[in-house]
């Protein structure tokens, strides 16, 4: 049986050029670091590089987004249209100027 697809956690998505084993199906190059909200997989990206920054917080390099429940890496956008679609997230939840287009952790859990 297979189960229906649904956001897992938030996660980061480091795309340093390199190939590594064990990364979330859709990724072929760098690595995804999964944390409860996107400040952990930060801190963990900082501890396991010893510093490297890769272009900053927002950079060209990493890409903010949240693993489902079928091992895909999902950016910010992909996961709200998951979570709208699995009801993990009600249009009803949004207050008038609340950005509906991209998942944040906190609307999640």
Request: glycine share 8%; aromatic share 10%.
């Amino acid at each position: 049986m297979i189960s229906r697809e649904y956001v897992l956690c938030a996660a980061i998505w480091v795309n340093d050029g390199n190939v590594y084993e064990n990364q979330p199906k859709n990724i072929d190059k760098g690595f995804v670091v999964s944390g409860r909200r996107h400040h952990n997989c930060f801190a963990t990206i900082f501890i396991l590089t010893g510093g490297v920054k890769y272009h900053g917080k927002h950079g060209k390099n990493m890409t903010q987004g949240f693993l489902s429940s079928h091992d895909r890496f999902l950016n910010r956008e992909e996961a709200m249209e998951l979570a709208l679609l699995t009801k993990q997230v009600l249009p009803s939840d949004f207050k008038e100027g609340m950005d509906a287009k991209s998942l944040i952790s906190e609307r999640l859990y």
